[in-house]
């Protein structure tokens, strides 16, 4: 009898704290093969409303981790205008391929939770830089997108792109 009034207690004692706890407002999934044969590897971002930020990656193209940070508010309020922004909520649930794939396939996944709903949105393979060609992505679809890699950037530590290896000014047309 007392075991079980113990998990009842702790039973409720967990379901309490996860009440406490603002659920991610946004999640992000890639699933990338390439650009060398073999190369394979997935991301997971999940930011929450209070701005804390959890990042995982895997694959044999890099080692396992897992990395954790907290946006600045600029940094969150700029996320959350984009991701509240009529650009986004316009995007379709699916965005066909754009490209005959040869060597690199990036399977991209967003959830946004606002207020009450989900938006899904599911891109085949995804080609961000195809914009700088031609209109292949909502713009506001690769602002988030920049953003989004640049978190990741932040959560890992890592260095910036520069040049070429900098895909995000070119795919929004500010080169």
């Not at 998990?7 to 409720?12: E, F, G, S, T």
């Not at 890992?156 to 070119?170: E, F, V």
């Amino acid at each position: 009898m007392r075991f079980q009034l113990l998990a009842v207690i702790c039973l409720l004692a967990i379901s309490a704290s996860g009440k406490d706890q603002p659920g991610a407002m946004v999640v992000s999934h890639n699933d990338i093969k390439g650009p060398i044969i073999g190369n394979a590897h997935t991301e997971d971002l999940k930011i929450f409303a209070d701005g804390r930020v959890t990042y995982k990656e895997e694959g044999n193209d890099r080692k396992q981790a897992t990395f954790a940070t907290k946006l600045t508010p600029q940094k969150l309020h700029k996320l959350t205008a984009l991701l509240n922004s009529k650009e986004i909520i316009a995007v379709p649930a699916e965005i066909g391929s754009q490209i005959r794939v040869v060597d690199f396939d990036w399977e991209k996944q967003l959830e946004i939770h606002r207020s009450g709903s989900q938006q899904t949105i599911a891109i085949k393979n995804f080609y961000p830089l195809l914009n700088s060609q031609k209109p292949a992505y909502p713009k506001a679809l690769i602002e988030l997108e920049c953003l989004l890699q640049e978190i990741q950037r932040n959560a890992a530590k890592r260095p910036a792109p520069r040049g070429d290896a900098d895909w995000c000014p070119l795919a929004l047309g500010e080169r």
